[in-house]
């Protein structure tokens, strides 16, 4: 683990438990601190392989006051362990400010690679690979995602974004509006869980597919650019 504070960014799994590394575990077994976004959600983690460490509150409330301690501990010699509650710290999760915090105080940083939901989605999806756009979550609002989506209109590979479940069938209203029925889409749910659900087709299709069901769990969509046919 070394001598010097260091800062350890550590995917954590996205639903399958087995899909935790055996280095993402000793990481967290042998640091000093776990900066984590929900200390209920990450106490279960830890339960599950046996770990003690401490656990230290970071989530967007409180980021920017933690991360200037944080950085200061990680100064004084400490190891900490960022986590998230599910996938990789800062994307699209709490993590940036002490990330960039650290870099600014030329502190050890440390990457411990694991699961992320919208490079599994885009794994699977059929969907061109080769080229790809991440978006995080869309904008509040109809119109301001809309504008988002015109953007990149253009744009010769997958957009990825995430998406709530309460907002899908206004999500599809969105996709249909600006890109059509005809564009090629992918759509994931609860990605390594049980119920995984993966629908992939045109924007009709998929969602005429969750039409008839009531979505549950996180959402990951993958849109094809233009012209592309499975």
Same mark, same amino acid.
């Given at each position: 683990?070394?001598?010097?504070?260091?800062?350890?960014?550590?995917?954590?799994?996205?639903?399958?438990?087995?899909?935790?590394?055996?280095?993402?575990?000793?990481?967290?077994?042998?640091?000093?601190?776990?900066?984590?976004?929900?200390?209920?959600?990450?106490?279960?983690?830890?339960?599950?392989?046996?770990?003690?460490?401490?656990?230290?509150?970071?989530?967007?409330?409180?980021? &920017? @006051?933690?991360? %200037? +301690?944080?950085?200061?501990? *990680?100064?004084?010699?400490? /190891?900490?362990?960022?986590? #998230?509650?599910?996938?990789?710290?800062?994307?699209?999760?709490?993590?940036?400010?002490?990330?960039?915090?650290?870099?600014?105080?030329?502190?050890?940083?440390?990457?411990?690679?694991?699961?992320?939901?919208?490079?599994?989605?885009?794994?699977?999806?059929?969907?061109?690979?080769?080229?790809?756009?991440?978006?995080?979550?869309?904008?509040?609002?109809?119109?301001?995602?809309?504008?988002?989506? &015109? @953007?990149?209109? %253009? +744009?010769?590979?997958?957009? *990825?974004?995430?998406?709530? /479940?309460?907002?899908?069938? #206004?999500?599809?209203?969105?996709?249909?509006?600006?890109?059509?029925?005809?564009?090629?889409?992918?759509?994931?749910?609860?990605?390594?869980?049980?119920?995984?659900?993966?629908?992939?087709?045109?924007?009709?299709?998929?969602?005429?597919?969750?039409?008839?069901?009531?979505?549950?769990?996180?959402?990951?969509?993958?849109?094809?650019?233009?012209?592309?046919?499975?």
């Amino acid at each position: 683990m070394g001598e010097d504070g260091c800062l350890y960014v550590v995917a954590t799994p996205i639903g399958n438990m087995h899909d935790f590394s055996p280095r993402g575990r000793e990481v967290l077994s042998n640091c000093d601190l776990v900066a984590c976004e929900d200390t209920r959600v990450t106490a279960r983690l830890l339960s599950r392989f046996e770990i003690s460490t401490s656990m230290i509150s970071y989530r967007e409330e409180n980021e &920017r @006051k933690q991360s %200037e +301690f944080l950085s200061k501990e *990680i100064c004084n010699g400490k /190891k900490v362990a960022l986590v #998230s509650d599910a996938g990789y710290p800062g994307i699209s999760d709490p993590g940036f400010r002490l990330i960039r915090e650290c870099r600014r105080k030329n502190l050890k940083i440390v990457a411990v690679p694991g699961p992320n939901a919208a490079i599994t989605a885009l794994s699977v999806s059929g969907l061109p690979t080769h080229n790809f756009l991440f978006l995080g979550f869309p904008p509040k609002g109809k119109l301001a995602f809309q504008n988002l989506l &015109r @953007k990149w209109i %253009e +744009f010769e590979g997958s957009l *990825i974004f995430y998406q709530s /479940k309460y907002k899908v069938e #206004s999500t599809f209203e969105s996709l249909e509006r600006v890109f059509g029925e005809a564009r090629y889409v992918s759509v994931s749910r609860e990605l390594t869980k049980m119920h995984e659900n993966i629908e992939v087709g045109t924007i009709l299709q998929v969602r005429e597919r969750f039409s008839s069901s009531r979505p549950k769990g996180e959402f990951t969509f993958v849109v094809a650019p233009s012209g592309f046919a499975l």
